[in-house]
């Protein structure tokens, strides 16, 4: 997989530098590590094993620690995504409300499973957690943006929309 | 100072701003300039109204006048006729369910009226962007107040007196919680806010960050005068963009007029608030998780005693609110605590922020005073079931709650009342279930919730959740043995006894309430293999009816599984064991002859 990073460059050790600076800026801050790789993981895309490692050295803590983390948290990935993140949520609101068979439909309609991507590296799917916009139930969000008081006819033309504008 | 004669406000709130609010305001303020209407009308962006379902939300003062579901293409004919000729657009009012009544002004709609927002009395009126509005509407003249008149045990004496208790869902008191820190021994306490609200079907301290977020920010200065710390922690989740956005200005704003930051008010009193982001872990919403994550490490939870109060933040004593309770003190600081005491019932004060959500016609976010029974929550202010199906459950609490049935319309709610009935206050999420909802279904729901959740620290929780998913599991999937539900059970008491957590110990509530109450469902799948809400497919079968069906072929058609079969015009069949129980040719069938069992 090339680089995701949002730095424009694609040069490995433009990676790099541009970690020194995240943690440069959280060096005098107590508990940083999270915040550190939230804002890595914003720009790179996800967390790989290699920097993971960089980020383990540069703060002096062992890669178990960086790894627990990363592995502990839902929002921290190893693993690249797709252009789209399309994440359905399943809070209770939307299931009691069909949220369920809204990623049946999605899981048809993109040929993957939950946590898979695409082959085209087009879509993500994902399952989420309650987004708070329960009184829209059920929602589904692509990227930032929320799609609510769906039903599974909306399935096909939400996605056909983002495959349009890539 | 500019004056208008009127003001349009316009919910920039997560359920709005899903809705498209953004596109209506740019649209209007665009028609207004062009129509030459800019200095005669002002378009303000407010919080949440609570009312998500109908979004975007638009009123209009001085008359109150309350649109909803406005889109682009009604802006000018609102600008038109509302702000050029004074008429009101009528088609936009909002229409009562189960009724021919249109209502114009916001004050008389049934799902406002029985309401009394405390903590969301500011949510919808003002920009939250702008720290001058929180201020207009008394904002700051709390914590001027207490620096200026009150000593710290003043504060936490008045907090005490007013009888408020933690809006999370331990329903602790918050002011011996103050009391705790204030008394404890440290050169360095923390006052944190937890924001990490993970219940799914609960959406309130979005609502007052997004809405409100300098009540939240006072209301941790005045809890660090009156425990002695001068650093601040809000832990918000990261799935809250909007929320952390207004914090963020928020914060900046306050600094900005010295009202965050060193010697606030002149008084010597310093206090500064950081954010720290959580990263999808449930579990972080347990207190002594949340501060390990707050620490940066992984968010595992940890024994209790020490409290946080005594030792929390890296050690240090800490107190920790919820978002709803930070949002009640600055209210109780400067109206007394004998008027909030004098609402809500004897061990319960004050007023509960709702989230309203799931088969219920009025969805959205409610305020109302502690002791309203459930039947005026769903029947007055929910507008009762959606489709007019009947009630059989709600649901509060979350993963740590549990199902109310039908016959507890009438039970007045408050925390002892709810736990009294196998229920929780829980953060305030309310979930309407109607006969279509499958009480097993929702109870493996739950488990699988908090299996997925659990942190694997302490084994009840790792271990004991899963062999109850699995149970619940198989009992859905028609392979239930009648030894299941005793196995169940004692599984529940072992986990709710030995589990580490808050998490853990209230993880096997959503079954043994299904239990308590719905214990024919569970046998109705076990010895009959039947689920009589017609939810878990394994114990579905779909029929054809010979006198309903016309020979159409478009089930036929639709199957996915080359299932039904027949001759046009005569009636079709389906093969059951070709059937995968999709429902598609439910879905489409025109004559309704497909029946599910």
Known sequence: MSCQCKCGSGREEDKFAFIDRIIEQYKNQKGSMIPILHQVQQVLGYLPEEVQAYIAEKMGVPLSEVYGIVSFYALFSTQPKGKHRVSVCLGTACYVRGSGKILEELQKELGIKVGETTKDGLFTLEACRCLGACGLAPVLTVDEHVHGRLTTKDVAEIINKYKDVQ | MEFYRSHVLVCTGTGCTSSNSRSVISGLRKELADKGLEKEIQVIETGCFGFCNLGPIMVVYPEGVFYCRVSQDDIQEIVEEHFTKGRVVQRLLYHEPNTTVKTQEFNDIEFFKHQKRIALSNCGIINPEKIEEYIARDGYFALAKVLHEMKPEDVIEEIKKSGLRGRGGGGFPTGMKWNFAHKAQGDQKYVVCNADEGDPGAFMDRSVLEGDPHSVLEAMAIAGYAIGANQGYIYVRAEYPIAVERLRLAIEQAHKMGL??????????????????????????????????????????????????????????????????????????????????????????????????????????????????????????????????????????????????????????????????????????????????????????????????????????????????????????????????????????????????????????????????????????????????????????????????????????????????????????????????????????????IERK
Not at chain 2, 306 to 325: D, H, M, Q, R, Y
Not at chain 2, 333 to 359: D, Q
Not at chain 2, 430 to 459: H, N, W, Y
Not at chain 2, 531 to 537: E, F, I, L, Q, T
Request: contains cysteine.
């Open chain 2, 260 to 593: 965050l930051g060193k010697n606030i008010f002149g008084m010597g009193f310093d206090f500064d608030v950081d954010i720290r982001l959580g990263a999808g872990a449930f579990v972080c919403g347990e207190e002594t998780a949340l501060l390990t994550s707050i620490e940066g490490k992984r968010g595992e939870p940890r024994p209790r005693p020490p409290f946080p109060a005594n030792s929390g933040l890296w050690g240090k004593p800490t107190i920790i609110n919820n978002v709803e309770t930070y949002a009640n003190v600055t209210r109780i600081i400067r109206n007394g605590w004998e008027w909030f005491a004098s609402m809500g019932t004897e061990k319960s004060k004050g007023t509960k922020v709702f989230a309203l959500a799931g088969k219920i016609k009025n969805t959205g976010l409610i305020e109302v005073p502690m002791g309203t029974t459930l039947r005026t929550i769903v029947y007055d202010i929910g507008g009762g079931i959606l489709n007019d199906k009947k009630f059989k459950a709600a649901q509060t609490g979350g993963p740590s709650g549990g199902c109310i049935p039908a016959e507890l319309l009438d039970t007045p709610i408050d925390y002892d009342n709810l736990i009294a009935i196998g229920a929780m206050m829980g953060s305030g999420g309310l979930i309407v279930m109607d006969e279509d909802t499958c009480m097993v279904d929702i109870a493996r729901f739950f488990l699988e919730f908090t299996q997925d959740e659990s942190c694997g620290k302490c084994p009840p929780c790792r271990i004991g959740t899963k062999r109850m998913l699995e149970i619940l599991t198989r009992i859905c999937e028609g392979k239930g043995v009648p030894e299941d539900l005793e196995n169940l059970e004692t599984l529940a008491k072992t986990i709710k006894s030995a589990a580490l957590c808050g998490l853990g110990q209230t993880a096997p509530n959503p079954v043994l309430s299904t239990l308590r109450y719905f214990r024919h469902e569970y046998e109705a799948h076990i010895y009959d293999k039947k689920c009589p809400a017609g939810v878990c497919k394994s114990l579905l079968s779909y029929k054809i009816n010979e006198d309903k069906c016309r020979g159409c072929s478009l089930c036929a058609r639709n199957c996915p599984a080359k299932a039904i079969s027949g001759k046009v015009k005569e009636p079709f069949v389906i093969d059951p064991e070709k059937c995968i129980k999709c429902g598609a040719c439910m879905e489409k069938c025109k004559f309704g002859a």
